[in-house]
């Protein structure tokens, strides 16, 4: 059955792939799987259709056959569930997987996503310099300990998982230009080698090309 996914029509990020259609294309072509995708517009997100798939009104759903499925992490877990390449076969090496899906998006992401948010909406803010400095701090805090569980391994346990893939589209938001992922460089080799991943390549392609062709348009 043809999956379709949804990703923004004119990305913020200009192509940048920090969306969080970025993770679904990436399982999708780690898994071999092909896709659609349904572009859509800042007003159609908040639109019935829309919600009734994505209930607070954002990007990306997942959809095949009779399924709607919203939270990125929660698509990438099941891409994975029902695919090879993303999570091992063995019961403990899998749990262990999950829980750095877990990790990424719970532990690491808050504060990484708080600080691009805080750029973006609080620099006018007379508490702004503070509250970066704090999450800046809270970051490095997170990082420190990610850098030494690494250390100098490919990956964070084993094979490459969805773990990693969700952990690296978290790291990816610190690499444009904050400067903190260049201070740990286990942390920006890992990132480099999934980045040099093919199934990546493709992603990070696909999404560019939305941004160009809306560019052009
Ligand atoms: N928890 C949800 C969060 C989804 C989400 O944040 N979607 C964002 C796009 S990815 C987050 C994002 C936005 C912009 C950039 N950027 O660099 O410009 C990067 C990432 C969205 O639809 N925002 C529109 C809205 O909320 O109205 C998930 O993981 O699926």
């Known amino acids: 059955m043809t999956i379709t996914i949804t990703a923004f029509e004119r990305s913020p990020d200009r192509g940048k792939g920090l969306a969080r259609d970025m993770r679904v294309r990436w399982a999708l072509e780690e898994a071999g799987q092909p896709y659609e995708v349904r572009l859509l517009s800042f007003k159609a997100m908040k639109e019935p259709a829309h919600l009734a798939l994505q209930p607070f009104g954002q990007i990306p759903t997942y959809e095949e056959g009779d399924l709607a499925l919203f939270e990125s992490g929660a698509i990438v877990f099941h891409i994975a569930?029902?695919?090879?390449?993303?999570?091992?076969?063995?019961?403990?090496?899998?749990?262990?997987?999950?829980?750095?899906?877990?990790?990424?998006?719970?532990?690491?992401?808050?504060?990484?996503?708080?600080?691009?948010?805080c750029m973006i909406l609080e620099r006018d803010k007379p508490w702004y310099e503070h509250r970066l400095r704090y999450l800046e701090d809270s970051i490095r805090n997170r990082l420190d300990k990610l850098s030494a569980r690494l250390g100098d391994a490919d990956w964070l346990d084993g094979a490459f998982s969805a773990g990693d893939l969700l952990m690296v589209t978290v790291l990816l938001r610190l690499k444009k230009g904050s400067g903190i992922l260049e201070e740990y460089p286990n942390l920006s080799a890992y990132v480099a080698r999934a980045e040099a991943r093919p199934a990546y390549k493709r992603a990070f392609d696909a999404q560019l090309a939305v941004f160009t062709a809306a560019s052009a348009g």
């Open 81 to 117: 569930e029902r695919h090879q390449g993303l999570l091992p076969d063995d019961a403990n090496a899998r749990a262990r997987a999950i829980a750095w899906m877990f990790a990424a998006l719970n532990t690491v992401e808050p504060p990484v996503f708080d600080r691009a948010l």
